[in-house]
């Protein structure tokens, strides 16, 4: 029996070395398998939400992206509004006009294309950003924003006067006001959500270590664990040998 049991240890040993698991399941101990299980599949909602988070970072960059070429759309915008301020041919303000019509045009454009995974923030009929934080459903919402031309109240311009040329530099402050506003809460939400997955990494890899810590065996200990169970099988086996032999030459003496 004694012999059975040590084969019996010497297996379980050599298995632990061979899987790097000291417990597999709830029969090696139900406690800690079942804590660790539960940690590990906390990590993975974890991983899950962090992922998402992920994809609401790469939105938002998207709308970043196109908020900051629509910024310098305007400033074209300006500069062609100055032009034609300074101009007092009324066929030179009318071409001028046209091209000040056409940046309102590239503007729409440009919100419109600033989308990331069929969210837009910033089209003529923006999205809002539900972005799950955790796995108990906790959220940060991130706003959109109309950031068409007519979003912004950049009217279409003739030029036909001081005035209309005058109204439209005013569209233009009031639009990149609202532009850079926008940017700045956009860039926020950013910094909070990269925040959001520098923790969520932290606290993935200690729910995974703290798994591992109740599972994972110890090589060294099992090691040196192996090397004293084969010590004692071997020497289990030599006395059963040396008993054998005794016992056949007493009966020898009785043949």
Partial sequence: QGLQRTSQQTNQTNERLGTGLRIRDP??????????????????????????VGQAISTIQSAEVGLDSINQLSDQARAIAIA???????????????????????????????????????GASPDNLDVPLNEDGGTLTVQGTDS?????????RTFGSDAD??????????????????????????????????????LTNTLEQGAANLTQADLNEEAASLLSLQTRQALGSNVLTIATESERAVLGLFG
């Fill in 27 to 52: 029969l090696d101990g139900a406690q800690d398998f079942f804590t660790a299980q539960g940690l590990s599949n906390r990590a993975a909602d974890l991983i899950q939400a962090r992922d998402q």
């Fill in 148 to 156: 068409s031309s007519a979003g912004l109240g950049i009217s279409s």
């Fill in 84 to 122: 034609a301020q300074n101009a007092s041919d009324p066929a030179e303000r009318a071409q001028l006009a046209d091209q000040f019509n056409q940046i309102r045009v590239q503007i729409d454009s440009i919100a419109s294309d600033a989308s990331f995974g069929g969210t837009n923030l910033i």
């Fill in 165 to 202: 040329i005058e109204a439209a530099l005013a569209d233009i402050d009031n639009a990149q006001s609202q532009v850079r506003s926008n940017s700045v809460s956009l860039s926020f939400s950013t910094s909070t959500l990269q925040n959001r997955i520098d923790f969520t990494d932290n």
